[in-house]
């Protein structure tokens, strides 16, 4: 069974905090994605990866870091969290050759910055 | 160029209806159009997919319908089921891209 696994479910911060959020996925896919979920405003990317240490700016990146140091692991970084920020948070991973493959995410996380 | 628009926000149905959700793309080169259902407390999950070869793909109950010329696509639910009540998002890519645009995401509540 395919699996996309989020280091927290729930995660409270304060303003100015640094924040890290883990993914890690066991399906060897080459893609591995970080959206946040708003709503009405659906799912927007905020950085991709197509291979180990490679990233790729997403929609809305600003406020973000990536790092991808393991294929299977792709961590989302907020240097100083703001109360905009506050969000789920998904990951999910793909095989790598373009955007058609099925994306599989994981099951979110819920940050709240007060 | 590259927005995703979807309507409606929220829909309710009854039980044993259609629930019919739409979107609508600007960007020609998109060639590839997945919908993505997300029931609450999980992640979404690829439901449906269609490319522009064809206009109609139909999989048990759920049915997408693509008008390349008026650049739409849209998701039918024939026969709602309680248990599809969910969020629905579809989404679109190019070839010469590495990522999905998503739309704005319906509620779907069908009613017993």
């Known amino acids: 069974d395919v699996k996309v696994t989020q280091s927290s479910r729930y995660l409270v911060k304060r303003t100015g905090e640094k924040v890290f959020l883990e993914c890690v996925q066991d399906m060897d896919h080459e893609n591995m994605f970080w959206y946040r979920q708003d709503p009405g405003l659906g799912l927007r990317l905020i950085y991709f990866s197509y291979d180990v240490k490679m990233k790729e700016k997403g929609d809305i990146p600003e406020g973000y870091s990536v790092s991808r140091e393991k294929k299977e692991r792709f961590s989302l970084i907020l240097e100083s969290a703001s109360t905009n920020q506050t969000s789920m948070y998904l990951c999910?991973?793909?095989?790598?050759?373009?955007?058609?493959?099925?994306?599989?995410f994981g099951p979110g996380t819920r940050l709240t910055v007060l | 160029q590259q927005q995703v628009k979807q309507s409606p926000q929220s829909l309710i149905v009854q039980k044993g209806g259609i629930s019919i959700i739409n979107c609508a793309y600007e960007n020609t080169a998109f060639d590839y159009f997945p919908w993505y259902q997300q029931f609450p407390g999980k992640g979404p999950a690829l439901l449906i997919a269609?490319?522009?070869?064809?206009s109609e793909k139909k999989e048990g109950r759920f049915t997408i319908s693509f008008n390349k010329s008026a650049k739409q696509f849209s998701l039918h639910i024939m026969d709602s089921q309680p248990g599809d009540s969910a969020t629905y998002f579809c989404a679109s890519t190019a070839s010469n891209t590495g990522k999905l645009i998503f739309g704005q995401g319906t509620t779907l509540q069908v009613k017993p």
């Open positions: 999910a991973s793909s095989r790598g050759g373009g955007a058609y493959h099925e994306q599989f």
């Open positions: 269609i490319r522009p070869d064809v």
